[in-house]
Antibody
Framework: EVQLVQSGAEVKKPGESLRLSCKGSGYDFNTYWIAWVRQMPGKGLEWMGIIYPDDSDTRYSPSFQGQVTISADKSIKTAYLQWSSLKSSDSGIYYC?????????????????WGQGTLVTVSS | DIVMTQSPLSLSVTPGEPASISCRSSQSLLHSSGYHYLDWYLQKPGQSPQLLVYLGSKRASGVPDRFSGSGSGTDFTLKISRVEAEDVGVYYCMQGLQTPTFGGGTKVEIK
C-alpha cells in the first residue's frame, strides 16, 4: 500500500524553529514529487512547494518562497518541511502528498495519497 | 498565479438527488499534452483530502462512478449523479498547469 506518514502535532512559541517529516512507503520514494499543502484553521488548501527526492530539486509557490524550506533524505524515504523562525500565522495543518507520475516541470496534477496531516500551533 | 473560483460556496442536497459544482480558472488549463490540468478533491470532515478526478475527467482509482468531471478551457464541473450520505465534505478543484492553486472550496451537506 502506498502511504505517507507524517510526524505528530507540535506546539511552539513564536521565533522557534520546527521541522515536520513525511515518510513514504510502498512505492519508489525517489521518483515521485512530494508536495506540502497548508490548511489554516477553518480555511482552504494552499500548495506550498514540491521536492523530487532523487536529486532534491525543489520548487516553491511564490507565497511561501523564503518562508519555509523543503528538503528530503532519500536514504530514509522522508521529506521535510521546516521553519527557522515561526510566526503565529504559521499555525495550521500541514499535509504532505505525492504528485502522480505525470508531474514534470511543465505541470503537475494528481495528488495522492495524502499524509494524515500535522497540526502546528504557534502561540506565546 | 492562476486564480480558481468555485461555486456555489455551499450546497444542501437530498440523498439520491444529483449535485453539480463549478470551477472556473483565470486562464486556460489546457496543457500541451492535450489534457486539462484540473483535479477535484474531497475533504471529508476530520480527514485529509482525497483525489476524486484528475486531468479534468479521469476518475481516480476506487472512486465511485457517480462522480464525474467535465469541462475545458477555463470552465469545469464536478457532477455527483446521486448524492449519498458519505459524500458530505468540502470539495476543492486544483489547477496544476502552473504553480498549483486550489479553489476556495464548496461545502456539501445532506438535507
Amino acid at each position: 500500500e502506498v502511504q505517507l506518514v507524517q510526524s505528530g502535532a507540535e506546539v511552539k512559541k513564536p521565533g522557534e524553529s520546527l521541522r515536520l517529516s513525511c515518510k513514504g512507503s510502498g512505492y519508489d520514494f525517489n521518483t515521485y514529487w512530494i508536495a506540502w499543502v497548508r490548511q489554516m484553521p477553518g480555511k482552504g488548501l494552499e500548495w506550498m512547494g514540491i521536492i523530487y527526492p532523487d536529486d532534491s530539486d525543489t520548487r516553491y509557490s511564490p507565497s511561501f518562497q523564503g518562508q519555509v524550506t523543503i528538503s528530503a533524505d532519500k536514504s530514509i524515504k522522508t521529506a521535510y518541511l521546516q521553519w527557522s523562525s515561526l510566526k503565529s500565522s504559521d499555525s495550521g495543518i500541514y499535509y504532505c502528498a505525492r504528485h502522480g507520475v505525470g508531474c514534470s516541470l511543465t505541470g503537475c496534477y494528481d495528488l495522492q495519497p495524502w499524509g494524515q496531516g500535522t497540526l502546528v500551533t504557534v502561540s506565546s | 498565479d492562476i486564480v480558481m473560483t468555485q461555486s456555489p460556496l455551499s450546497l444542501s442536497v437530498t440523498p439520491g438527488e444529483p449535485a453539480s459544482i463549478s470551477c472556473r480558472s483565470s486562464q486556460s488549463l489546457l496543457h500541451s499534452s492535450g489534457y486539462h490540468y484540473l483535479d477535484w478533491y474531497l475533504q471529508k470532515p476530520g480527514q485529509s483530502p482525497q483525489l476524486l478526478v484528475y486531468l479534468g475527467s479521469k476518475r481516480a482509482s476506487g472512486v465511485p462512478d457517480r462522480f464525474s468531471g467535465s469541462g475545458s478551457g477555463t470552465d469545469f464541473t464536478l457532477k455527483i449523479s446521486r448524492v449519498e450520505a458519505e459524500d458530505v465534505g468540502v470539495y476543492y478543484c486544483m489547477q496544476g498547469l502552473q504553480t498549483p492553486t486550489f479553489g476556495g472550496g464548496t461545502k456539501v451537506e445532506i438535507k
